[in-house]
T-cell receptor, first 113, second 116 residues
Framework: DVKVTQSSRYLVKRTGEKVFLECVQDMDHENMFWYRQDPGLGLRLIYFSYDVKMKEKGDIPEGYSVSREKKERFSLILESASTNQTSMYLC????????????FGSGTRLTVV | AQTVTQSQPEMSVQEAETVTLSCTYDTSESNYYLFWYKQPPSRQMILVIRQEAYKQQNATENRFSVNFQKAAKSFSLKISDSQLGDTAMYFCAFMKDGAGSYQLTFGKGTKLSVIP
């Protein structure tokens, strides 16, 4: 069964901490994505990557960065966590021709206190 | 830029009944794809159904079907014989076709509750 695995299901961090959210896929997909999900706002794209070491900003990249050193792994980094970054974070991947949609991970619920 | 609108934040349906979730979108593209995703309480987003804009025939997947009206930019999801396991958030999503196209644009979601 193909999978996108997010390393943590729940995470609590303090304001100002550097936070890493990890995502690994085992489908040899080229494309990987980080979305943020908030009630009433749906899913909003933070960053995506279409190849190793390549990254593109999505709709809400401010306060975030990403790293993709290996094809299977895509990390989301909060350089200095703030309370307004408390949210659900969803990772997804897709093959190059993505018109069949994404495969999603189970999400990380991050709380910044 | 594309936008996707789901006008029903919450809906409920009796078990075994039929329910329709609405979705409209705005785009100037002629070739694109539309999706419905389901997110149950377990949080795993699952693809329910997919429609190619160049196909006039409405997509169906078992109890799930869509009513795709390209001119009206409407893409509703019909769930027949609703089951308790259909309780979930449902998201409509749009993706344009073509080289360099990567992004799915999502609506804000409809929370569906199936009542026993």
């Amino acid at each position: 069964d193909v999978k996108v695995t997010q390393s943590s299901r729940y995470l609590v961090k303090r304001t100002g901490e550097k936070v890493f959210l990890e995502c690994v896929q085992d489908m040899d997909h080229e494309n990987m994505f980080w979305y943020r999900q908030d009630p009433g706002l749906g899913l909003r794209l933070i960053y995506f990557s279409y190849d190793v070491k390549m990254k593109e900003k999505g709709d809400i990249p401010e306060g975030y960065s990403v790293s993709r050193e290996k094809k299977e792994r895509f990390s989301l980094i909060l350089e200095s966590a703030s309370t307004n970054q408390t949210s659900m974070y969803l990772c997804a991947s897709s093959p190059p021709r993505i018109n069949y949609g994404y495969t999603f991970g189970s999400g990380t619920r991050l709380t910044v206190v | 830029a594309q936008t996707v609108t789901q006008s029903q934040p919450e809906m409920s349906v009796q078990e075994a009944e039929t329910v329709t979730l609405s979705c409209t979108y705005d785009t100037s593209e002629s070739n694109y794809y539309l999706f419905w995703y389901k997110q149950p309480p377990s949080r795993q987003m699952i693809l329910v159904i997919r429609q190619e804009a160049y196909k006039q025939q409405n997509a169906t997947e078992n109890r799930f079907s869509v009513n795709f009206q390209k001119a009206a930019k409407s893409f509703s999801l019909k769930i027949s014989d609703s089951q308790l396991g259909d309780t979930a958030m449902y998201f409509c999503a749009f993706m344009k076709d073509g080289a360099g196209s990567y992004q799915l644009t999502f609506g804000k979601g409809t929370k569906l509750s199936v009542i026993p």
